[in-house]
Every structure is written in structure tokens, then in C-alpha cells.
């Protein structure tokens, strides 16, 4: 019998193929440096993106510390306020008193467990 992985056997995947048309689109889209999610590192880039998934399939998260929630805490509760840990620096903050993700006002000097906050905004 003839063992196939010692003999010279030929895929048909080593017949040759003919080259690939070299591709007209540019490798990398240039990033708008004025978009906050350029400056998010290639984990927080994953996490914006799973969080905004999350939303569209469940709907925004609520405010409470519960299993829907944000555990969002208000300014006055805020205690790294002084670290840049705040929602005017989250990607998420829409301006205002508003979020993408979570639900009801939101103060701009407040937090919540799902900040994404681009590193050169937090203070050591
Ligand atoms: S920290 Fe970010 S995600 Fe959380 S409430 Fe503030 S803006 Fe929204």
C-alpha cells in the first residue's frame, strides 16, 4: 500500500495557481485623528465594539449596579475624577448629558464600569 504523506504525492493544491490579482484598495484606511476611537488601544478598540454590539441586540445599559447595569456613579460619587476617569473623556459620551450606551442623564464629570477612556487622557 502506498503511504501518501511519504511518497511524493501531489496535492492538487500544490499544482500551481495562478497569481492573484494585486488588490486596488489601499492596505490601511488612514485614521481620522480627530476621532477619539483612533486613539484607543487594539483591546479597548474590541471592547468598543463588543459593547456596541451588546447594545443593538439588548438595548442600552441602565444606570443600576445590577446584571443590565453600568454600576454608573454621579459626579459627587465620582472618586477619580482627578485621573481624567470621567465620561467627558469616554468615547461613549455623546455631549450633553448623554451616552451611547447607557441609558438616562449623564453628568460629564461622572463614571461607570464600561469606560473607555483613550490612555493620553489618563492621568498618572
Ligand atoms: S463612562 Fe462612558 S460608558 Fe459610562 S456612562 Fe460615562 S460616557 Fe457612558
Redesign the pocket.
Known amino acids: 500500500m502506498k503511504n501518501y504523506w511519504l511518497s511524493e504525492y501531489t496535492s492538487p493544491d500544490d499544482e500551481e495557481m495562478p497569481e492573484e490579482e494585486p488588490s486596488e484598495e489601499p492596505e490601511d484606511e488612514e485614521e481620522d485623528q480627530d476621532d477619539p476611537e483612533s486613539k484607543l488601544n487594539p483591546r479597548q478598540k474590541m471592547m468598543y465594539d463588543q459593547y456596541e454590539s451588546c447594545v443593538e441586540m439588548h438595548g442600552k445599559f441602565d444606570q443600576t449596579a445590577k446584571g443590565n447595569g ?1 454600576h ?1 456613579a454621579p459626579a459627587k460619587a465620582n472618586p477619580f475624577i482627578k485621573e481624567g476617569l470621567v ?1 467627558s473623556n ?1 468615547v ?2 455623546m455631549g450633553g448629558q448623554a ?1 451611547e ?2 441609558a438616562g442623564k ?1 453628568e460629564p464629570n ?3 464600569k ?3 477612556i483613550p490612555e493620553e487622557l489618563i492621568q498618572k
Open positions: 453600568a454608573y465620561c469616554c461613549f459620551f451616552c450606551i447607557v449623564i461622572a463614571i461607570c464600561l469606560w473607555i
